[in-house]
């Protein structure tokens, strides 16, 4: 087991603005799990990866962050005291368990943040016919590089005669370990 046990867990209301109604948390330890960060980054998608400096950001749903660091895991965006436990436990667990898994993964040192507006939308229809539920393509393409909507949400790339584009679109969001949000 790579991270067994956190030494220290500290849950705050952000400093610079403590009237918001998230806690923010920091969970230390002495294990270095920086070997695990192309493992997770792999199986979790992640937002960011550093590889030279050694951090990986992961954006979960709701405004939810988690921020790995070699002996740090930062939380961001809890509802709750429980929630941020229970966001720790779940990390650790995905740690724990993508590392043990790690022979079986292939790891990725690339990031989600490395996708580019301009070609997803290049990727699209280029209908504008709102049917995703925003104004235009571009805004559709922003909110998919986001993660915050996904591909099926778009009803003219899945008719026959955009399946090319579709393909080109799905083979570029997995080459960076793309995700919607809500597949966690």
């Known amino acids: 087991m790579l991270l067994e046990k956190i030494d220290n867990f500290d849950i705050f209301r952000p400093k610079m603005d403590s009237t918001k109604e998230v806690l923010h948390a920091i969970a230390t330890f002495t294990a270095d799990i920086s070997p ?22 992961l954006k979960l749903s709701d405004g939810k962050w988690i ?68 104004a235009t393509c571009m805004a559709y393409a922003a909110a998919l590089r986001e993660g915050e909507i996904r591909l099926e949400d778009c009803p003219p790339l899945w008719e026959d005669n955009y399946r090319e584009k579709r393909e080109k679109l799905q083979a570029y969001l997995q080459s960076y370990g793309w995700r919607a949000l809500d597949e966690f």
């Not at 493992?39 to 990986?56: H, I, K, P, R, S």
């Not at 660091?69 to 929630?83: N, S, T, V």
């Not at 079986?104 to 699209?124: D, M, N």
């Open 36 to 57: 695990a960060f192309p493992y997770v980054n792999a199986e979790l998608g992640g937002w960011d990866y550093d590889q030279t400096n050694q951090v990986l950001l």
């Open 67 to 134: 921020t790995l660091h070699p002996q740090k895991i930062a939380i961001r965006g809890a509802r709750d005291m429980e929630e941020a436990k229970a966001l720790l436990a779940w990390i650790q667990a995905q740690i724990n368990d993508i590392y043990a898994r790690r022979e079986a993964i292939t790891p990725r040192y690339v990031s989600q943040a490395g996708l580019k507006v301009i070609e997803i939308l290049r990727l699209l229809p280029m209908t504008n016919c709102k049917a995703c539920g925003y």
